[in-house]
């Protein structure tokens, strides 16, 4: 009877080791999960290529690159609130930059470790889409962050005017 018991107790420890072990490789749940037929109808072919493919616009194309306007970059793909205007800077690389998330919950990082090299990941918190890499060679002030995204992952929305410090 007791051997039974221990058995039993060794199987579950087994399962609950098992299990947690499974859900610590990149297994992120996200809140808009669609098929991809679905996204491939919403998406435009470029825009499915970046965002579901992991793919990447060439250099100095993006529509956002040397966008310099006040407002919120959100997901070409579902919308959510990536990047805020004020943490964009011209890092000469060809794609738009930016110091750091418009908070941290609003991208996700991946280990990435396609074409030969070590690279951060970047994905869209809410939807998984592709958005770009994240590399350790940013502005030394701020964050020492860069993160390298492509256009086409984003859609921008322009600040409402706000009541105080509008001019400058
Ligand atoms: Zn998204």
């Known amino acids: 009877m007791f051997i039974k018991k221990y058995l039993t107790l060794?199987?579950?420890i087994g399962c609950f080791v098992a299990c947690n072990a499974q859900e610590k490789s990149d297994t992120t749940v996200f809140k808009v999960n669609k098929t991809e037929t679905?996204?491939?109808k919403e998406l435009s072919e470029e825009e499915y290529y970046v965002l579901r493919q992991k793919g990447t616009e060439r250099a100095g194309t993006g529509t956002y690159n040397h966008h310099e306007v006040n407002?919120?970059?959100t997901c070409a793909a579902c919308q959510f609130e990536l990047f805020s205007s004020?943490?964009?800077y011209d890092s000469?690389?060809?794609w738009p930059a930016f110091d750091r998330p418009i908070s941290e919950e609003s991208v996700v990082e991946n280990k990435d470790s396609s074409h030969g090299m070590q690279r951060v990941e970047i994905v869209c918190s809410n939807c998984g889409g592709h958005l770009g890499h994240?590399?350790?060679d940013g502005p030394r002030q701020t964050t020492g962050l860069r993160y390298c995204i492509n256009s086409v992952s984003l859609n921008f929305e322009k600040k409402k005017k706000a009541s105080s410090g509008e001019e400058k």
Do not use: L, P
């Open 10 to 12: 060794i199987g579950i």
């Open 86 to 88: 004020d943490n964009k």
């Open 92 to 94: 000469g690389s060809g």
């Open 71 to 73: 407002g919120v970059y």
């Open 134 to 136: 994240m590399f350790e």
């Open 38 to 40: 679905e996204w491939k």
